[in-house]
């Protein structure tokens, strides 16, 4: 079993910048590939970017490509999503996921553990 955290939501102004963070607890936490994921009210839950077992392979939605930036603590047991140029439609909860595959994958029927998600707002 692994536990997953989030932590770092909140109200931001379009244009501005959040850090979240994901703080993970349970199995060895280099072992899994991690993702963040988000959804909107009234909208499935999507993709937003996925980070490697070693911290060096990362994959992005189109959306948050060149805005967002995904990174790990390979030491520690924490994931992040710095989220800059935030716009409105980045509004949604986010949340962390973890897979126990080696792949980098985007849909979020693959990922085995789930994190309760925190709230981004971002006002225009």
């Known amino acids: 079993q692994v536990q997953l955290v989030e932590s770092g939501g909140g109200l931001v102004q379009a244009g501005g910048s959040l850090r979240l963070s994901c703080v993970a607890s349970?199995?060895?936490?280099?072992?899994?590939?991690l993702g963040w994921f988000r959804q909107a009210p009234g909208k499935e839950r999507e993709f937003v970017a996925a980070i490697g077992r070693g911290g060096t392979t990362t994959q992005y939605a189109g959306s948050v490509r060149d805005r967002f930036t995904i990174s790990r603590d390979v030491a520690g047991n924490t994931v992040y999503l710095q989220m800059n140029s935030l716009k409105p439609e980045d509004t949604a909860v986010y949340y962390c996921?973890?897979?126990?595959?080696?792949?980098?994958?985007?849909?979020?029927?693959?990922?085995?553990?789930w994190g309760q998600g925190t709230q981004v707002t971002v006002s225009s």
């Open positions: 996921a973890a897979d126990s595959s080696m792949w980098l994958h985007t849909r979020n029927t693959d990922y085995d553990y």
């Open positions: 349970g199995r060895t936490f280099s072992r899994y590939v």
